[in-house]
T-cell receptor
Framework: GENVEQHPSTLSVQEGDSAVIKCTYS??????FPWYKQELGKGPQLIID?????GEKKDQRIAVTLNKTAKHFSLHITETQPEDSAVYFC?????????FGTGTSLTVIP | SAVISQKPSRDICQRGTSLTIQCQVD?????MFWYRQQPGQSLTLIAT?????????ESGFVIDKFPISRPNLTFSTLTVSNMSPEDSSIYLC???????????FGEGSRLTVL
């Protein structure tokens, strides 16, 4: 089955700096890659996604890049704000199944 | 995106008892799933809730421990049976959207077993 690895597990940045979270996957059949933000006490919220026919997607301060050849994808958050502090999960979909990374706890220091 | 409501949002239960978690979606959805998130961990798929038939369980999860119902396209329940402290987790209901298959989550049910 699919195996998704996520790094780093924790990340601290100064407010206004950029944050990058990276994920790799193993199954070349995976074709959809969402990112989720989970705030304390809440369920995961879909914040951005990318499909295998696209290399990059941007939505305001967040962007995702995909390298199909290398089987890795990354989340980029620019101009970070304290409200960006949360746990972020990447995922890969193969068929009807979603496989999740182990999460990155992001802290934005004011 | 679909609005997913879970009840209860949290509960504290005694060892050996059972608890049923309800998931209500504001629109008809094809696929509904139940995930477990143990403290500080990632999301693990328990089962796919199939409308009108038995749920499909992932390796390590069995129907006797986690019976699931799905009587229609908007509602499902997950029961955690004969609970032990190891069952203390967040249980999440999720559905795929009607569009391109995005996966959405409810707010979760936080279960503590004493």
């Amino acid at each position: 089955g699919e195996n998704v690895e996520q790094h780093p597990s924790t990340l601290s940045v100064q407010e206004g700096d950029s944050a990058v979270i990276k994920c790799t996957y193993s199954d070349s059949a995976s074709n959809y890659f969402p990112w989720y933000k989970q705030e304390l006490g809440k369920g995961p919220q879909l914040i951005i996604d990318i499909r295998s026919n696209v290399g990059e997607k941007k939505d305001q301060r967040i962007a995702v890049t995909l390298n199909k050849t290398a089987k890795h994808f990354s989340l980029h958050i620019t101009e970070t704000q304290p409200e960006d502090s949360a746990v972020y999960f990447c995922a890969a979909q193969a068929g009807n199944q979603f496989y999740f990374g182990t999460g990155t706890s992001l802290t934005v220091i004011p | 995106s679909a609005v997913i409501s879970q009840k209860p949002s949290r509960d504290i239960c005694q060892r050996g008892t059972s608890l049923t978690i309800q998931c209500q979606v504001d629109s008809q959805v094809t696929m509904m799933f139940w995930y477990r998130q143990q403290p500080g961990q990632s999301l693990t798929l328990i089962a796919t809730a199939n409308q009108g038939s038995e749920a499909t369980y992932e390796s390590g999860f069995v129907i006797d421990k986690f019976p699931i119902s799905r009587p229609n396209l908007t509602f499902s329940t997950l029961t955690v049976s004969n609970m032990s402290p190891e069952d203390s987790s967040i249980y999440l209901c999720s559905v795929t959207g009607q569009g391109a298959g995005e996966l959405f989550f409810g707010e979760g049910s936080r279960l503590t077993v004493l």
